[in-house]
């Protein structure tokens, strides 16, 4: 550790040993380095995140639940050999969960061993009760510490979860990948992390944490892709059931719901299909496995009936016009 202006401790980390894999050098690179994960992304998706990293920028990724956020976090972590730090955020998250806090049952114990031993030294015993060793590293705080093969992937989720004075603080962390500490001084990344935020839009992120940040929203898929990401991630399934699951995933995405199924569904849907040895939708089979793709009971009792079997109907349709 080194003393920094302020008086403070600082940590500096030691220069990497071994080499981190090189981050892609273009968005071709980059869209298919997410697809070593069997992450199909779009050339959009690629750009950005493309830029984020040749940049140094945090990335916010926006989008409904489910449609892929946090596995673009995951992937990155798992493409890149470099270590995930998640920070799941909720409501009520302080800086004690998320950052750090002091030990303070080890500290207590420390003080009674020193006046045990006849310590007098008030500075000298706040100094030593107050350093690292009973420093309790949170999320954040992991994130900035140097680490052999590169920096971590830090993914701060569902950031909408938490409220403006936490958001607040992030502004530090995001600006100058810092984090200060009262008692002990700044802590400063050497390497910054890889930095992804997402969040569900449950309710609007403050402009001043978007400006620090690259921006994407992730959309649903469009029927191709989707249809290709089941394949890649279902490999069990069907062709004709594969095309029949999209087809009515995306055509329950146009009906007035409280939430439409995301592709986490999509997948869940397929899955549970294919486990059910389904060769072809039929009324009777999407009546009973609704509940794997919506989690409303309202929505589902807007299916009830003859609705479902309405919308195969026209599915198929749709599919048979387009051989």
Same mark, same amino acid.
């Given at each position: 550790m080194r003393r920094d202006k302020t008086g403070g401790d600082a940590y500096i980390g030691r220069m990497n040993k071994t080499p981190a894999r090189p981050l892609?050098?273009?968005?071709?690179?980059?869209?298919?380095? =997410? #697809?070593?994960?069997?992450?199909?992304a779009d050339r959009a998706l690629g750009t +950005?995140?493309?830029?984020?990293?040749?940049? #140094?920028? @945090? *990335?916010?990724? $926006? #989008?409904?639940?489910?449609? #892929?956020? !946090?596995?673009i976090a995951k992937v990155l972590s798992a493409t890149l050999d470099r270590r995930l730090i998640r920070l799941q955020c909720y409501e009520g998250l302080d800086v004690a969960a998320a950052v750090y806090e002091w030990n303070y049952a080890a500290q207590m114990i420390a003080i009674r061993v020193a006046?045990?031993?006849g310590a007098h030294d008030r500075q000298s015993l706040e100094h030593d009760v107050f350093s $690292?060793?009973?420093?309790?590293?949170? @999320? %954040?705080?992991?994130?900035?510490e140097p680490d052999t093969v590169g920096a971590p992937v830090l993914l701060i989720d569902e950031i909408d979860r938490t409220d403006e004075a936490f958001e607040a603080f992030l502004l530090e962390v995001l600006a100058d990948f810092q984090i200060t500490i009262p008692e002990m001084g700044t802590v400063k990344a050497e390497h910054p992390p890889i930095v992804v935020i997402t969040s569900?839009? !449950?309710?609007? /992120?403050?402009?001043?944490?978007?400006?620090r940040c690259l921006y994407h929203w992730v959309g649903y898929p469009s029927a191709e892709r989707e249809l290709a990401i089941v394949r890649t991630k279902v490999p069990g399934v069907s062709k004709k059931l594969s095309?029949?699951? +999209?087809?009515?995933?995306?055509a329950l995405r146009k009906q007035d719901l409280?939430?439409? @199924?995301?592709?986490?569904?999509?997948?869940?849907?397929?899955?549970? *299909?294919?486990?059910?040895?389904?060769?072809?939708?039929?009324?009777? !089979?999407?009546?009973? !496995? %609704?509940? /794997? =793709?919506?989690?409303?009971?309202?929505?589902?009792?807007?299916l009830e009936g003859s609705k479902v079997k309405e919308m195969l109907d026209e599915v198929k349709s749709d599919l048979r016009a387009a051989e």
């Open positions: 892609p050098a273009s968005i071709d690179a980059t869209v298919a380095l =997410l #697809g070593e994960a069997h992450y199909l +950005v995140l493309y830029l984020a990293l040749k940049m #140094g920028r @945090p *990335l916010f990724l $926006e #989008g409904e639940a489910g449609v #892929g956020k !946090t596995e006046e045990a031993e $690292e060793r009973f420093l309790i590293k949170r @999320p %954040l705080l992991q994130a900035l569900n839009r !449950t309710r609007e /992120v403050h402009d001043a944490l978007k400006r095309e029949q699951v +999209v087809a009515f995933v995306q409280f939430k439409s @199924p995301g592709v986490a569904e999509t997948l869940d849907w397929a899955a549970a *299909l294919s486990e059910l040895d389904v060769v072809a939708l039929d009324p009777a !089979t999407v009546s009973d !496995t %609704l509940g /794997v =793709l919506l989690k409303y009971q309202d929505d589902i009792a807007k």
